[in-house]
């Protein structure tokens, strides 16, 4: 069968495809413990429920305007505003149904054809399909050693006058790692030597930091430089508010690329679900107390998970600043990570991801999703250490 070129080189997001192995093995019996899906184990808040009951009962179940209600795109701008200290109009943002959306239907308002988008590696799958998916050129170019911003001398190498985008991650998945004011400021004066250049910050886990209020953004950075026109943040209420199945996410930009990312809405997807708009109002325009009890038993599960890890043969693992994985490095085991993954699942019966799934920069690492319950985190790394003592006896044997 013949395929278009913007779907002929996808590839599955590597948490779903080791979810389906996972899923196979449980039918047939196996006991698995699930570390490889960022899917938080809250479930979403009574409040931000009953507003969306309250929602459909009240006849929410209508179209709305596609590019988010008012009362919404009213309540984002005042939080952006507010948390990223810049000003945010609602006519500068655009609702739609997750994040993922957002990312993809503003790359195909701003790509042309032999255009490229560069991303971080390791970084989020969907930034390289998502190139394909509009016709570009995916570029992926190494962090630095903390895991967070780019290289810089290997970004500066890497842009080209067919560079259209730049992808920002922070807090990062996979790594977790935080990116600096400072570094996020370098990046904005990078962009500014390059008129053509796009920058999209997805900032989805900016509230699930663990020594600040809010992680850094480049919205900020990219104001106080003097290219804010050429910035697209991305957030939305999936992690922060566990409402990952209601399908809810927003984007800031400038205005004139609001209107036609407002009409690929009308013509890909009509409009999100207006109850769960609905909900999301409250979910935006509430208190944070949710958020910071949230936070908290986070770091207790990060600061058990990294503690663990770090006393295993063969594995080490730094504490990230923020989100809700670990990745730690296996090198020390002497297998690759794909191999280590692959162990993991079939022999200890715990669900993990290659840290190559992320890109080529994670060979030698593994990530794990800690948001799961404190007996399962403890039952799925005894399991992990247990492999680990069996390699190293393998290999001294």
Known sequence: MEFGPGVAHLQNEGAYAVLADATALEAQGKNIVHFEIGQPDYPTPDYIVDAGVKALEGGKTTY???SGIVDLKTAIANHVTASRGVDVTADMVVVGPGCKPG????ALALVQPGDEIIGPDPGFPSYTNMAHMVGAKPVQVRLNAAGGAYDMDALEAAITDKTRIILVNSPSNPTGAVQTMDELTALARLVQRWPRVWVFSDEIYAQLVYDMRIAPSYLKAAAAVGVLDRCVMFD?????YCMTGWR???SVMPKALCDKVHLVMVHA?????NFTQAAGVVAVGGDDAFIRKLVADYKDRRDYVVKRLNTMPGITCASPAGAFYVFPNVNGTGL???TFAKRSLHEAGVA???GTDFGEGGEGHIRISYVRSLQELQEGLDRIEQLANTVLQERAS
Do not use: H
């Open 64 to 66: 709305c305007n596609p």
């Open 103 to 106: 990312l993809f239907f503003t």
């Open 236 to 240: 939305g209420a999936s992690k922060t």
């Open 248 to 250: 809810l996410g927003w």
């Open 269 to 273: 997807v009509g409009c999100t679900a």
């Open 336 to 338: 690759d990570c794909r």
């Open 352 to 354: 993990i991801l290659p």
